[in-house]
């Protein structure tokens, strides 16, 4: 009568008869050199024939079968469950691809697997369960740790409250090069987002050289040098970016998008991220977007007759309000303080964006994707039924999104928008040819606001500017078009300043911004030369008989006022 074997007594028995293959039964012919290389050869074995035992048992269940020692682990898969998770469930995620990931088991009766499981389908991942041994399971393990020192940098990325020194210590641009320099890898992101954020940046740009890495802050939209690292930490801090934005570690050639959040001071930023690969390694950008905004509607820089327009037409029930500008213009910031103002518990607000740039309390917002077929058109359209008694489109740029926003606006809604045009009079023949029909244009069209950011001179160090006779001779021309009725008055000082730089702007002369606009409503004389399909010429003609200022007066006059200097008016209306 044979005795039946336990599973333990099966592998006793065959790591001996392996044993006797590989001694040949004799101690005799062991030789010491060797050891090393038996040992391996041993272990190998051992291996394998585990191996060959989870193929059998998972045949036995009827599951797939893998092998992890045959492929790398995907750091972006192993990221899908924290560590606790894995181990708690016996669960190893090895592959992904989108929402799709591949995750090893030891067990299916773990009494862990069918909540984690659930877990993964509410957060839109399918996934597929394979069989894997325990020594590969340990083996794999082990990839944690390259992941858990950049998801502890999460935690640490905060501006502490009780530290005025440090934070005042960061606010100037060489203490951060000198900052930067001693720190180490783990620490470097703490120190850019810190000083990033202490200096009003909106963006931290990081370029790799070929034996340094420069970094530079846009600070009132100019980028600023800031610091210089060695090349030989950016590769740690680029895998801490990569694992926080949730973009993949092991993809270095073609672009990536992300974004993570941090939190300071009570204040949330969110991290937009952009890798690029460039020469001499990924470039990369993070921009850097608060969830509050500053500007009240007052603080935009609005003046004299402007100022009148816009706060009129803000508060009419119906119409649409357009900002026009390049990127980095500021029209975003300027739609968003009308909201601020409209926010009001009986008035319901509906935003469009692409992307949703800031967060505002008591307004639905909604974030557009193109590629799954939520245009700014469509969504506008089910906006609509929504009964909401403001819309802001993040984007008029084409004929559908141009025409819905028209017809909501004479249906009784207000809505704001932007637009891509030089100039305000550019709006109209803009959103003419791009196909909307004047007798719907007319009566939608309320204002037209154009606009740039002109960095404003720091208070601490403001002093008289000397102006050349030419250039005198320039200004004075463009300030003596200044229309009669358009309630500007030129100070009779006629005195120009600029910033000579000090610690308190970082001896940039600079600090903050402010806008500078034109303006015209849609009046009837205006609607007739819509009607009459009128060029660009003819309705500014009009607009500036109705009383409108151009931006580069609007800059000039705050130059007078000391509010920025000449050389920015012409920097930002002649770039």
Known sequence: MSMIQTPQQKRD?????????????????????????LAHAVKELDRKFEEELAAKRAKELGLPYFNLYAVPIDQDALAVLTEEQARGGQLL????????????????????????MSDLEKRHFE???????????DRAMENYKAIRAPQKDLEQVHIESDSPGALQRLRHLQAIGEEIQRVSATELMNILLTSAVAMRSSDIHLQPESDYISVRFRIDGVLQETAKFHNAVYHSLISRIKILSKLKINLTKLPQDGSFVVETAGQNYEIRVSLLPSTYGEAVVMRILGDLIALEFEQLGLQHLAYSVVEREIKKPNGLILTTGPTGSGKTTTLYSFLKRANKPGI???????????????????????????????????????DPDVCMVGEIRDFDTAEVAAQAALTGHMVYSTLHTNDAAGAIPRLLNLGVKAVILAPALSCVIAQRLVRKLCPDCKTVEKIDASLRSRIDHILSTIPKNSGAEIPNSGAFYRGAGCSACNYIGYRGRIGIFEVFPVDEAMQQLIFAGSSTVEIKAQAVKSGMISMIQDGLLKALKGVTDVAEVFRVTEE
């Open 127 to 137: 996934a597929d369960l394979y069989i894997i041994s325990k020594s590969a399971y």
């Open 348 to 386: 319901k607000i509906i935003t469009l964006e692409n992307p949703v740039e800031y967060r505002l309390e008591g307004i639905e917002q909604i974030q557009i994707d193109e590629k799954s077929g939520l245009t700014f058109a469509s969504a506008l359209r089910s906006v609509l039924r929504q």
């Open 93 to 116: 995620p090895f592959y992904r691809e989108k929402n799709y990931i591949k995750i090893g088991m030891l067990d299916p009766a773990n009494p862990k697997l069918n909540s984690l």
């Open 13 to 37: 028995e065959a790591k001996k008869r392996r044993h006797d293959m590989i001694f040949g039964g004799t101690a005799a012919n062991f030789q010491l050199g060797k050891a090393e290389k």
